[in-house]
């Protein structure tokens, strides 16, 4: 069974810093493409970060700057380190690779 759990959500104050993970297992982490996504209330899931199999990395331009998403290999683990983080980073975020979903983990920014 294929499966992506993350883990490393919660309550920050802004400014303030978090570093998400995604635990892979059912299928060839090293030949997958990796992502992470956001979704807030009432508004659409959109593409935070990427990470291709080939090391290849794409930022969306709202966390520019302030995030990082890298891969280890060897734990099978994708993670989305948070900097800087604002009150409309607050989302709940979720590692996607292809068709599979993890159940997302929440960020909540707020003083």
């Known amino acids: 069974e294929k499966q992506l759990v993350e883990s490393g959500g919660g309550s920050v104050q802004p400014g303030g810093s978090l570093r998400l993970s995604c635990l892979i297992s059912?299928?060839?982490?090293?030949?997958?493409?990796m992502g992470w996504y956001r979704q807030a209330p009432g508004n659409e899931c959109e593409l935070v970060s990427s990470?291709?199999?080939?090391?290849?990395?794409h930022y969306a331009d709202f966390v520019k700057g302030r995030f990082t998403v890298s891969r280890d290999n060897a734990k099978s683990t994708v993670y989305l380190q948070m900097n800087s983080l604002k009150p409309e980073d607050t989302a709940i975020y979720l590692c996607?690779?292809?068709?599979?979903w993890g159940q997302g983990t929440q960020v909540t920014v707020s003083s």
């Open positions: 059912g299928f060839t982490f090293d030949d997958s493409d």
């Open positions: 990470l291709t199999s080939d090391g290849i990395l």
């Open positions: 996607n690779s292809c068709a599979y």
